[in-house]
T-cell receptor, first 113, second 116 residues
């Protein structure tokens, strides 16, 4: 079984300040982990993925995430928020066999000017 | 490269009516997914196809929902009869389904259903 919990349903940051979106997972097998972003009225877009290689993963638009097995976490960060980062972010876990993805509940990011 | 195409983008129907959504995945993608996303929630998998076979439909309400992918390419999701609680965005996604592409999904923009 696998599950994922996003610890914050909403995050509000000022433009130019760091962003931290928290994600914890559980999985019976070695997981693959993903972060997706969804802008209003748009489909989901892959930001980055972890698939058992480097634990620090860099993605698009300056985002990165660190896989910490001891903490079962995969938090998403960005050093400096931009107005265009306002969106909803989903943490996703899967195990390779079966390829079934489980989504977290999402974190809505608001960026203040 | 063309992305995942979905239609219609918006649909408003009354309860007990029927509706169908269409999805055309990225060329060459063997795996196709239909997700339901209710406002304020994360996407929930309804059905997953591998080519034209069903891999997982455990969360599909089979008394009213049906889906097919007859030729292993495009897919149709049908709801009949619709209920108020079916109001949601229906997202289609596709993936290579193997190797390093496994788990990396490409999503369409979704079909927003409102049931009155």
């Amino acid at each position: 079984a696998q599950s994922v919990t996003q610890l914050d349903s909403h995050v509000s940051v000022s433009e130019g300040t760091p962003v931290l979106l928290r994600c914890n997972y559980s999985s019976s097998y070695s997981p693959s982990l993903f972060w997706y972003v969804q802008h209003p009225n748009k489909g989901l877009q892959l930001l980055l993925k972890y698939t058992s290689a480097a634990t620090l993963v860099k993605g698009i638009n300056g985002f990165e995430a660190e896989f910490k097995k001891s903490e079962t976490s995969f938090h998403l960060t960005k050093p400096s928020a931009h107005m265009s980062d306002a969106a909803e972010y989903f943490c996703v876990v899967t195990v390779a066999a079966g390829n079934k993805l489980t989504f977290g509940g999402g974190t809505r990011v608001l960026v203040k000017p | 490269e063309a992305g995942v195409a979905q239609s219609p983008r918006y649909k408003i129907i009354e309860k007990r009516q029927s509706v169908a959504f269409w999805c055309n995945p990225i060329s060459g993608h063997a795996t196709l997914y239909w997700y339901q996303q209710i406002l304020g929630q994360g996407p929930k998998l309804l059905i997953q196809f591998q080519n034209n076979g069903v891999v997982d439909d455990s969360q599909l309400p089979k008394d009213r929902f049906s889906a097919e992918r007859l030729k292993g390419v495009d897919s149709t999701l049908k709801i009949q009869p619709a209920k108020l609680e079916d109001s949601a965005v229906y997202l289609c996604a596709s993936s290579l389904g193997r190797g390093t592409g496994a788990g990396e999904l490409f999503f369409g923009e979704g079909s927003r259903l409102t049931v009155l």
